[in-house]
């Protein structure tokens, strides 16, 4: 097979028709238009670059489809050949995206973007999201409105920033009830929330879930509720290790209830070894914080109409009068004037 035909092939068959007929399904939750994550039990591989490229978040691994292939069948570039010669014209199940409606901007850079964004106010769309949709408490949004790491995207979404050690914003996680995604050209390295320094550091998969946990803990004295964004750069493997250089310091793996959140605390844990500093899993009773969050609301508005229900708004109001008394109290023997006069 000549150059040109094995070029022919790295075109006409896209890593996505591999992982589709090696087991894996779309994680349509988890997955954007540019990166389309797929699962196959704890496996977890990312296709990007229009289904050209792949990595795999919780190792090194990424290429193109001959090396996706060899990563994982385990078979040189010959058998890796055969393999994808196969799968000429297979055409994979891909989600259907939505599409944002086009806006303009003169500006590229992440600072400037970053910069001239509004924060949320009370009624505004990305308020409403998070207050309404996400159940986050306004005490919650307007701490992270104060610490800078907040603003109104484009649509009513959400954008929530990734700082690096100097606190420059790198990037931002992008959420809305249709949309979600990360900076375009941005870098992850850590959404940051609550204190700093800090004795404890709290890390989940997503700023929604950082800012639910806190909300559940009352914005924790000494914590740092921190996300990775679902991803784990170099970057965001140096800025945790820097945060847990001190061994008085906790580092907490508040990661998603599932296989994935499971192979993150094990990264975390790997991590607090290396830096001798002290491990814990805390571990959703949900699928994710925000859930768990969510629930607890739930369960408090279904408490409250109980209450009300049990106790009409009338019924607080009835007054009781005082019982009369069964016998008068003796009057006192006075004389003169009013008083009653003794025979």
Not at 75 to 92: D, H, K, N, T, Y
Not at 255 to 283: H, K
Request: aromatic share 6%; hydrophobic share 40%; with cysteine.
């Amino acid at each position: 097979m000549t150059r040109e035909d094995i070029e022919q092939l790295r075109q006409r068959v896209c890593c996505s028709a591999v992982l589709e007929t090696s087991g894996f399904a779309v994680d349509v939750k988890e997955s954007t238009r540019r990166a389309v994550k797929f699962r196959r039990g704890s496996e977890i591989v990312i296709v990007t670059h229009e289904g050209r490229g792949w990595f795999d978040p919780l190792t090194d691994s990424k290429g193109d489809i001959f090396s996706l292939v060899a990563h994982l069948d385990g078979v040189g570039f010959v058998e890796g050949l055969e393999r994808i010669a196969a799968l000429v014209g297979f055409q994979p199940s891909l989600p259907t995206w939505r599409k944002l409606p086009p806006h303009r901007t003169t500006v590229t850079s992440i600072a400037d973007r970053w910069a001239p964004r509004e924060s949320p106010v009370p009624g505004s769309g990305v308020w409403r999201y998070l207050r309404w949709e996400r159940s986050l408490p306004a005490a919650i949004i307007q701490t992270a409105i104060r610490q800078g790491v907040l603003r109104e995207g484009p649509c009513g979404s959400m954008w929530a920033a990734h700082t690096n050690e100097t606190g420059a914003v790198t990037g931002w996680e992008e959420r809305s009830a249709n949309w979600r995604g990360f900076a375009t050209g941005g870098a992850k390295v850590l959404f940051r929330l609550g204190s700093s320094p800090a004795s404890r550091l709290c890390v989940t998969e997503a700023a929604i879930d950082a800012m639910s946990l806190a909300a559940m803990e009352g914005m924790r004295e000494g914590t740092l509720y921190l996300s990775t964004g679902g991803g784990w750069s170099p970057a965001t493997d140096a800025a945790l290790r820097a945060l847990a250089a001190d061994t008085e310091v906790q580092l907490v793996a508040a990661t998603d209830a599932n296989s994935q959140g499971d192979a993150y605390a094990q990264r975390l844990r790997a991590v607090a070894e290396e830096v001798g500093c002290d491990w814990l899993r805390l571990r959703p009773s949900a699928d994710d914080w925000n859930d768990v969050l969510k629930q607890q609301e739930n369960d408090k508005a279904e408490r409250g109409r109980w209450t009300r229900a049990a106790c009409p708004i009338g019924a607080s109001t009835v007054k009781l009068r005082p019982a009369k008394p069964a016998l008068d109290p003796p009057m006192r023997d006075r004389g003169g004037p009013g008083g009653v006069k003794k025979d």
